[in-house]
């Protein structure tokens, strides 16, 4: 194939595809939003309510919606410069508007706290066959969209999507932590613990585990395994206990460089996964003393707890591992572990793992 062929069309294609991705969608939506297909709509509520949805209508791309203006319940029209949308009428007179100019939807801006009047707003709707559009009343007071989860005969608005609130969800991550994390513990595990305890034994003799408390769901405290891979003191200072791992830290043996550098050290905690404590997926967990620290330097800290705590994750995956020095580094950690409960899937997790798998042979820089 000529190189100067191969060449041009990859340009031609790369050029094609950039106008399409920008131009193709507002162009349908013209095509299918045009004419009679445009749908007069028509906003119910006061002057200051209108501010809310302002820049929603501004920027909207062409989806067929025609706002003609507003219906007001309040008998003082505000002057031009207060909204861009002209006032068509009150509400007592929302029928006739709905009627004469045709309108094909209702927004709803605000209940004004009376079961009376959004009746009437609603009675008025079904007669005249309007849709109707309500807007969420909460928004104002949150700076992040809301989500609507039906419960019963209830809906509720949670902040953030959380697909492993689904009992399903939860059935196929447990399956896969149950499929993954048996075989290394029965197969695995044991030759590991020998290699291991040779290691400990000429270079610094004791426990071949390290037990800690580490917070879990819930915020729920339960003990995590782990290879030691520090000198063993018979009384330990609190203070040391609590101190987080460094880059040059004299508590670790050159050996014990090695499993943390390697991850070998985390093997124990498939003991933690096949038990319920954990996840091969999910926040790091920390030490309840960091949990008081953490929460007061980043305020969504405590979400992170609405899962179950990983060996691995997307924020280490991402190189957000080991000493946490400074707060930066804190909330872009918080960031991935939340980015990482919104947006899990089955898939997310196996390339997670696979990812991480390879790092047990290819350890990142960050990784000591």
Same mark, same amino acid.
């Given at each position: 194939?000529?190189?100067?062929?191969?060449?041009?069309?990859?340009?031609?294609?790369?050029?094609?595809?950039?106008?399409?991705?920008?131009?193709?969608?507002?162009?349908?939506?013209?095509?299918?939003?045009?004419?009679?297909?445009?749908?007069?709509?028509?906003?119910?509520?006061?002057?200051?309510?209108?501010?809310?949805?302002?820049?929603?209508?501004?920027?909207?791309?062409?989806?067929?919606?025609?706002?003609?203006?507003?219906?007001?319940?309040?008998?003082?029209?505000?002057?031009?410069? $207060? %909204?861009? =949308?002209?006032?068509?009428?009150? !509400?007592?007179? /929302?029928?006739?508007?709905?009627?004469?100019?045709? #309108? @094909? +939807?209702?927004?709803?801006?605000?209940?004004?706290?009376?079961?009376?009047?959004?009746?009437?707003?609603?009675?008025?709707?079904?007669?005249?066959?309007?849709?109707?559009?309500?807007?969420?009343?909460?928004?104002?007071?949150?700076?992040?969209?809301?989500?609507?989860?039906?419960?019963?005969?209830?809906?509720?608005?949670?902040?953030?999507?959380?697909?492993?609130?689904?009992?399903?969800?939860?059935?196929?991550?447990?399956?896969? $932590? %149950?499929? =993954?994390?048996?075989?290394?513990? !029965?197969?695995? /595990?044991?030759?590991?613990?020998?290699?291991?305890? #040779? @290691? +400990?034994?000429?270079?610094?003799?004791?426990?071949?585990?390290?037990?800690?408390?580490?917070?879990?769901?819930?915020?729920?405290?339960?003990?995590?395994?782990?290879?030691?891979?520090?000198?063993?003191?018979?009384?330990?200072?609190?203070?040391?206990?609590?101190?987080?791992?460094?880059?040059?830290?004299?508590?670790?043996?050159?050996?014990?460089?090695?499993?943390?550098?390697?991850?070998?050290?985390?093997?124990?905690?498939?003991?933690?996964?096949?038990?319920?404590?954990?996840?091969? !997926?999910?926040?790091?967990?920390?030490?309840?003393?960091?949990?008081?620290?953490?929460?007061?330097?980043?305020?969504?800290?405590?979400?992170?707890?609405?899962?179950?705590?990983?060996?691995?994750?997307?924020?280490?995956?991402?190189?957000?591992?080991?000493?946490?020095?400074?707060?930066?580094?804190?909330?872009?950690?918080?960031?991935?572990?939340?980015?990482?409960?919104?947006?899990?899937?089955?898939?997310?997790?196996?390339?997670?793992?696979?990812?991480?798998?390879?790092?047990?042979?290819?350890?990142?820089?960050?990784?000591?």
């Amino acid at each position: 194939m000529s190189r100067i062929f191969l060449g041009v069309y990859v340009i031609n294609v790369w050029v094609v595809l950039l106008l399409i991705n920008r131009y193709l969608h507002d162009w349908l939506a013209t095509v299918a939003f045009s004419g009679a297909n445009t749908v007069n709509t028509v906003l119910v509520g006061s002057a200051s309510s209108v501010e809310q949805v302002e820049d929603w209508i501004q920027n909207q791309p062409p989806i067929g919606m025609q706002i003609l203006g507003l219906v007001n319940y309040d008998r003082e029209e505000p002057t031009e410069n $207060d %909204i861009d =949308i002209p006032i068509i009428g009150h !509400v007592s007179e /929302l029928a006739d508007i709905l009627h004469e100019k045709d #309108v @094909g +939807q209702v927004i709803l801006l605000e209940s004004r706290r009376s079961r009376s009047w959004v009746t009437y707003v609603v009675s008025t709707c079904y007669r005249e066959g309007c849709r109707l559009l309500i807007l969420n009343p909460w928004e104002e007071y949150f700076n992040q969209p809301l989500t609507a989860i039906d419960e019963g005969d209830h809906t509720f608005f949670t902040m953030q999507v959380e697909p492993l609130e689904n009992p399903f969800n939860r059935f196929l991550k447990r399956a896969i $932590d %149950i499929a =993954i994390s048996l075989p290394v513990v !029965v197969f695995i /595990l044991p030759p590991l613990c020998l290699f291991v305890a #040779v @290691g +400990q034994m000429l270079q610094a003799p004791g426990p071949l585990v390290y037990r800690q408390k580490r917070s879990g769901l819930r915020g729920r405290k339960f003990t995590i395994f782990k290879f030691r891979s520090m000198f063993h003191y018979e009384q330990p200072k609190e203070r040391d206990e609590a101190t987080q791992a460094g880059k040059q830290d004299t508590r670790i043996f050159s050996f014990g460089h090695f499993l943390r550098r390697s991850s070998l050290d985390e093997f124990p905690q498939f003991l933690n996964v096949l038990k319920g404590n954990m996840s091969l !997926v999910g926040p790091r967990p920390h030490m309840p003393e960091h949990d008081e620290e953490f929460k007061e330097l980043v305020e969504i800290y405590r979400t992170r707890h609405f899962v179950k705590p990983g060996i691995t994750g997307l924020a280490q995956y991402r190189g957000y591992r080991g000493e946490i020095t400074d707060p930066e580094l804190l909330r872009e950690r918080i960031r991935f572990d939340i980015e990482y409960i919104n947006n899990w899937s089955m898939w997310l997790d196996i390339a997670l793992i696979l990812r991480t798998a390879l790092q047990v042979f290819i350890p990142p820089d960050s990784a000591y």
